[in-house]
């Protein structure tokens, strides 16, 4: 059959219409897909900033935690550090520092010139006085002393047999006429106040 000229040209523009449609169907369809693949990965994006601040909190409370509980540990060793005061197991009183020599007093955990504590070279250290127990060996009225830690002495040292305390030339740490003393026959128990432990089961322990 034979075409028109004005035939042709309606065929054309029915052609450029459809395929003007379809392009504009599929530029459509297009941006529908990258919209829901931005409101995805929005979503995701928003998830994910929620669940890392999440984990942040979560990182956060256990560092504190952690950091409260050394801090909880940290604090209780320093208020048992290795301090105790020495009681006398027949008088219940405590071995206590004066600036007359060395009493025996009544029990107080207040008390720092009643607290001792291990040190280095066997040496028992006075956290009041800030000075470590010794013998005199020239004054046998009187032969327990303090003196100053670092001094150059080979009486300074105590160690324990038992619940005995003895120091120098076997002298044990006694309690005569109500004061203490030392004596080589003497066989007086001593404990650390308020648990019943000997006095030596704290020794000292270099860092």
């Given at each position: 059959?034979?075409?028109?000229?004005?035939?042709?040209?309606?065929?054309?523009?029915e052609?450029?219409?459809t395929q003007?449609s379809?392009?504009?169907s599929s530029?459509?369809?297009v941006y529908?897909?990258?919209?829901?693949?931005r409101?995805v990965?929005?979503?995701?994006?928003?998830?994910m900033k929620?669940?890392?601040?999440r984990?942040i909190?979560?990182?956060l409370?256990?560092?504190?935690?952690i950091f409260?509980?050394?801090w909880?540990?940290t604090a209780?060793q320093s208020?048992g550090d290795?301090t105790?005061?020495?009681?006398h197991?027949?008088?219940?009183?405590?071995?206590?520092?004066?600036?007359?020599?060395?009493?025996?007093?009544?029990?107080n955990?207040?008390?720092q010139?009643q607290e001792?504590k291990?040190?280095?070279e066997?040496r028992l250290?006075?956290?009041?006085s800030?000075?470590?127990?010794g013998?005199?060996s020239?004054?046998n009225?009187q032969?327990?002393?303090m003196?100053?830690?670092?001094?150059?002495l080979?009486t300074?040292?105590?160690?324990?047999?038992d619940?005995?305390?003895?120091?120098?030339?076997?002298n044990k740490l006694?309690v005569?006429?109500g004061s203490p003393?030392?004596?080589?026959?003497?066989n007086?128990?001593?404990k650390q106040?308020?648990?019943?432990h000997?006095v030596?089961?704290?020794?000292?322990?270099?860092?």
């Amino acid at each position: 059959p034979t075409v028109t000229s004005s035939q042709f040209g309606s065929k054309i523009q029915e052609y450029t219409h459809t395929q003007s449609s379809s392009s504009s169907s599929s530029s459509e369809g297009v941006y529908s897909i990258f919209r829901r693949h931005r409101s995805v990965s929005a979503r995701v994006g928003a998830d994910m900033k929620r669940w890392c601040s999440r984990q942040i909190h979560i990182y956060l409370f256990l560092i504190f935690d952690i950091f409260a509980g050394g801090w909880a540990i940290t604090a209780s060793q320093s208020a048992g550090d290795g301090t105790f005061a020495i009681q006398h197991q027949d008088t219940k009183k405590c071995l206590q520092v004066a600036s007359s020599g060395m009493t025996m007093e009544g029990c107080n955990l207040q008390e720092q010139l009643q607290e001792w504590k291990w040190v280095s070279e066997h040496r028992l250290f006075n956290i009041g006085s800030k000075k470590c127990l010794g013998l005199d060996s020239y004054n046998n009225e009187q032969p327990l002393k303090m003196f100053e830690c670092d001094a150059e002495l080979t009486t300074l040292w105590w160690r324990c047999k038992d619940s005995t305390l003895y120091g120098a030339s076997s002298n044990k740490l006694t309690v005569k006429n109500g004061s203490p003393s030392v004596s080589i026959d003497a066989n007086d128990a001593w404990k650390q106040n308020g648990d019943g432990h000997d006095v030596c089961e704290q020794p000292f322990r270099s860092k």
